[in-house]
């Protein structure tokens, strides 16, 4: 099983748009989970039109998304506990404040977003993931999402796709 991971859309936004490697990764996936920042619920419909979208909604969503949406979510996808935040907030760092988000849970992978740096560590057992942004790098050298795999066993990998 494949599933697309990415956060921090920010659509629309000037001439912005999903690049053809994300839509192409997209395609091939059962699943996209999505860590908040989509922007417009345009952006949430468009995703939600390729297939499941399991997602939460970030700090700069509109309120029709934040209607849609939780803060933040756990899910279960083949044996696999995931918990999706977007990682805004007052004080900590993005990634102490996504860890937080789930202290009293016990999951396997923290999936956030927010800062639009790719980051990929675990901490006290969890692997914490944010994917990046694959419309607006920042002051990254590159776009990114990322892509996870999930065997009929329960043996799962996550990684980044960097691109231009």
Known sequence: MKITVLSDTHLPKGKRK????LIKDILESEFIIHAGDFQ??????ELADFGE???VYGNTDDPEIKGLLPQSRICLIQGLKIGIVHGDGKGKTTEKRARAA???DEVDMIIFGHSHIPYLRYHD?????NPGSPTDKRKMPM?????????HVG????QHKFYS
């Not at 043996?155 to 996550?158: A, E, L």
């Open 18 to 21: 999903l690049p053809d490697t």
């Open 40 to 45: 417009s619920a345009e952006t949430y419909k």
């Open 53 to 55: 979208l399991l997602g």
């Open 102 to 104: 789930f202290n009293k």
């Open 125 to 129: 057992g969890v692997l914490l993931f």
């Open 143 to 151: 776009f990114s999402h990322g892509m996870m795999e999930i065997d």
């Open 155 to 158: 043996s799962w990998s996550i």
